[in-house]
């Protein structure tokens, strides 16, 4: 008779708890429930404010090697690591004093402590929420252990529900039997029952994660409020009228469904089929998937969909747990960009001394063979070859400064903190002047030939930036053309633009190599046997850049190079 009386309390338990559930989700049922907390392929944590644990289900059991019920009343922190253990009390008591809900992992990565001594990493979703006047903590931990090792097959969360359900009948009949006999054990247990309904509200309405429950075929049966609030649809609009399928890409459902029908062998729709064929061939239940809202945004989010069964075990619906991870996969894009720039950045550094050592030391050995030489010729007959010298001395080190200036201006443009100083100035004059500079460059019967077209020589640009570009396209146009040729250089100023033009009849550039010119360090194919840095192309585009220029190239192999750069010219 005792028995009678306490299955109808736990009966009417079950049934006030179900009337405080929001539509539709009155409908789901006590068991369904339980399902939900002891079979979600996610671990989920209820603490209170001291954080001790009051209740944690079989996935989080079984995830930190923990026996059935041995989690409760324990501090939360015998699941962390001892190292951390001292901060996280801080950080639980921050957490307790102003609570807020914290996304899935938020860029860290944190670490899991197993009953037996050892970690393993955790992404943990963190809400919170009251009864009464007391304060609970809601958790999902998530083992990540496979996604770290690349996705390798774990084990398959797929257990029997109907034998879990049976055994927990067969548990729960023990207790009523044994409640049968001590009345006042039994108000005890009804009272916890009332209590574990309400927390099991609490998740489902309080969860950060996107938590839904479809039929065999993925249609929707059931909605959470967090499903509402990322994706945009009401309880109504997706309850029956959308499929799990519909959140998706219709690309990448098109991709899963093309590699599962060459796995399986079997013809896999783009649609529901996917996830269903994932689970039968034992692919991870936890996937990276795109979610589309109701506005047709998109977000990353890590989905887990498991099978529900009935009493036959026969499969009856889909329980899935998506949590956005947006944040993790932006955070993911920037380290990989920070790595490639550091790559980036140690080839560049190689490359460097490379070709530093080697341009460093032609002039330097020169200078040391001169300086000696000089040395030798004392008498006033012998001027002519202290003169010759001399030459090689000047020439040298001038060669070294400009390599110098050369180095200096790619770290100023790399740095960001060069900008075009404007000046209104004399282009003829200036141009005239780094003619002369140049002069002592000029190989054996090289001739520069200067023409300015407008009837103004007045230009509205950086005069320090121009010269380093007329410096180097005229270098490069001496170095690679032959004894007693002609450069051409044209400068040409009208309404808006200031024209400026390098002509040579040298080697010219191959075809492949014209698109790579202004990189930095790159040199031409046809051009190895001859000195320089592989800067001046890449210094020569920056700084028209800067100065809104355009940088045109013509050049035929073995007839010659022309640069062209528009400027505008706003004097």
Not at 44 to 63: C, F, P, R, V
Not at 96 to 110: A, K, T
Not at 333 to 349: M, V
Not at 435 to 457: D, F, M, P, R, S
Request: aromatic share 8%.
């Amino acid at each position: 008779m005792a028995a009678k009386h306490t299955d109808k309390k736990i009966t009417s338990s079950l049934e006030d708890f179900t009337l405080h559930l929001s539509m539709p989700f009155t409908t789901l049922d006590n068991d369904t429930f339980h399902a939900l907390f002891n079979y979600a392929s996610i671990g989920i944590l209820i603490t209170n404010a001291s954080g001790d644990i009051q209740m944690a289900n079989k996935h989080i059991e079984q995830q930190f090697g923990y026996e059935e019920g041995g989690l409760i009343g324990k501090k939360v922190e015998v699941l962390i690591p001892k190292r951390y253990e001292t901060k996280h009390v801080k950080h639980r008591e921050n957490f307790s004093g102003n609570p807020h809900s914290r996304p899935m992992g938020l860029g860290m990565e944190l670490s899991g402590l197993r009953k037996n001594g050892t970690e393993f990493p955790v992404e943990v979703s963190l809400g919170h929420y009251k009864i009464g006047e007391d304060s609970y903590s809601l958790a999902f931990i998530n083992d990540i252990t496979q996604r770290k090792e690349t996705e390798q097959a774990i084990i398959q969360l797929n257990t029997h529900l109907e034998e879990k359900v049976k055994e927990g009948s067969q548990s729960l009949a023990i207790t009523v039997e044994q409640l049968g006999n001590q009345i006042k054990e039994t108000e005890r247990k009804d009272a916890e029952l009332e209590r574990v309904n309400t927390f099991l509200n609490n998740i489902w309405n309080h969860a950060g994660a996107i938590i839904f429950v479809s039929d065999k075929e993925g249609v929707l049966q059931f909605f959470n409020p967090a499903a509402e609030k990322w994706l945009g649809y009401s309880a109504s609009e997706a309850i029956g009228k959308l499929n799990v399928a519909d959140f998706h890409l219709k690309e990448e459902l098109a991709q899963k469904a093309e590699e599962f029908t060459a796995i399986s062998g079997k013809a896999v729709a783009p649609g529901f089929d996917v996830f269903i064929t994932a689970m039968t061939i034992g692919r991870d239940n936890n996937q990276e998937w795109h979610y589309i809202r109701k506005d047709g945004s998109v977000f990353f989010v890590s989905l887990n969909i498991t099978q529900l069964k009935d009493a036959q075990n026969n499969v009856s619906g889909f329980l899935g747990i998506a949590i956005d991870i947006s944040e993790k996969k932006k955070a993911e894009t920037e380290l990989r960009a920070a790595f490639e720039k550091e790559k980036e950045l140690n080839e560049l550094k190689s490359r460097f001394v490379s070709m530093a050592s080697h341009e460093f030391r032609t002039p330097l050995s020169a200078v040391l063979s001169s300086a000696y030489l000089l040395s030798r010729y004392m008498k006033s007959e012998e001027q002519p070859q202290r003169e010759k010298h001399i030459q090689r001395i000047v020439s040298s080190v001038t060669s070294l400064t400009e390599i110098l200036n050369d180095f200096l201006s790619v770290g100023k443009i790399e740095e960001g903190n060069i900008h075009p100083n404007y000046q209104q100035y004399d282009i003829k004059e200036q141009i005239d002047e780094v003619i002369q500079e140049v002069h002592h460059l000029l190989k054996k019967e090289q001739t520069i030939n200067y023409t300015h077209i407008g009837a103004e020589a007045a230009v509205m640009l950086d005069p320090s930036m121009i010269k380093h570009i007329v410096i180097n396209l005229l270098s490069n146009a001496i170095k690679f053309s032959g004894e007693g040729s002609v450069i051409d250089l044209v400068t040409e100023t009208n309404t808006g633009r200031m024209v400026l033009s390098v002509a040579d009849h040298g080697i010219g550039i191959p075809d492949e190599d014209k698109d790579s010119l202004s990189k930095r360090f790159f040199r031409s194919s046809n051009v190895t046997n001859i000195q320089g840095t592989g800067l001046g192309l890449h210094i020569v585009s920056k700084y028209a850049e800067l100065m809104n220029g355009k940088v045109v190239c013509e050049s035929k192999l073995g007839e010659g190079t022309k640069f062209t750069i528009t400027f505008p010219n706003n004097k």
